[in-house]
Each structure stands twice: as C-alpha cells, then as structure tokens.
C-alpha cells in the first residue's frame, strides 16, 4: 500500500497511485518556511535582538524551537507531521501577526504597525514569514485529511525515518543549524 494515500469520495478506503505526494508537497512548503524563517530571524538580527522586548524575545525562542521541531517532524515523515504542520503552522502565522502586525500593545509587540519607522525588508521578511507558516497550515491540513485523518494517524508511517536521518536532511540541517546561530548571536546581543 502506498505510504501516502487518500481516502476515496465515499471514504471506503484508500486511493492508490498518490505515493509519496503528501511527503514531497511537505518536504516543499517545510523548504519554503525554512527559507522564510531565516530571512525573518536574520532581520531580527540586524535590528538587534538587544531592541526587543523581553517577552517578545523569550516568545520568538521559544517558535524556534517549534520551527525546527516541525521541519524535523516533516523530513522524518511522521505519522503526525502533518497534522503538527496544519496546527503548528497555524499557531506560528497567529504569533507572527500578533507580534508584527497589531497595533502596539503591552505584551507580545513587536509592532509595525503603530508609529516608528520600520524598514521595507521588516515588512517583507516578518509578511514571507506569515504567508509560508499558512502555506504550511494548509498543506498539513489537506495531507493530513487525504491520509485519512485521525485513524491514520494513530498508525505509524510506513515510510518513517530515523530522527538522525530526518535531521540529517539537508533542510532541516540548514534550518537547525541557521536557528543555532540565530539563537546564539540573539543571546549576545540581547545579554551579551
């Protein structure tokens, strides 16, 4: 049976010959978030972590660590990364557009919004950001339904990898490696 299949109109049961699509389209739009979290977290960077509120700071730590554990979950082709994909991206473009894209408020605000002047590439790189981690919602969200939901699910993924060869992919190299650096050069600019 096909490691990747989607359930017939009348859900009776799975439809051959879609093998591998849900992974590849994943694989594609965990590429495309990988790319835009680092262009976003690069534009933090040369504004300067140090400007950055404390709850802003620790929050944008803390969607790291669920960045990269989502691209992890997806090249190791989890029975759950897309239903992780279609949650996580959603909570992540949620975050985005609380932080940057609110008026000012007292807690969780980065706004660009409200008075300051805030550069073109802000703009784009904290939008590409909120545009992939939907695309990553919506791809996890339509392969997540076309496996069959829930009871798929609850099965393990014929086609899942190692956790040392989903890390070893080269995206979720690239993005663990780049949100290390991230991390590391935020800490010294923010308490260094």
Do not use: K
């Amino acid at each position: 049976m096909a490691a990747d299949t989607a359930v017939t109109r009348t859900g009776a049961g799975p439809r051959p010959g879609l093998a591998d699509t849900g992974a590849r389209r994943l694989g594609q739009v965990a590429a495309l978030f990988t790319l835009a979290v680092i262009i976003h977290n690069g534009d933090h960077l040369r504004r300067g972590a140090d400007l950055l509120r404390a709850d802003v700071f620790w929050l944008g730590t803390a969607g790291i660590v669920l960045e990269v554990a989502l691209v992890a979950l997806i090249f190791q082709r989890h029975r759950l990364a897309p239903l992780a994909a279609a949650a996580g991206g959603f909570v992540l473009a949620s975050g985005y557009l609380e932080v940057h894209f609110l008026p000012a408020h007292r807690w969780l605000s980065d706004s660009f919004t409200s008075g300051g002047r805030v550069s073109p590439v802000s703009w784009a790189a904290a939008s590409l950001e909120v545009v992939a981690a939907l695309a990553l919602a919506v791809v996890g969200l339509l392969v997540f339904r076309r496996r069959g939901g829930l009871g798929y699910a609850s099965r393990p993924h014929p086609e899942q990898r190692s956790v040392a060869d989903a890390v070893l992919h080269p995206v979720a190299l690239v993005m663990i490696v780049s949100q290390l650096v991230t991390l590391v050069v935020s800490f010294v600019q923010a308490y260094g």
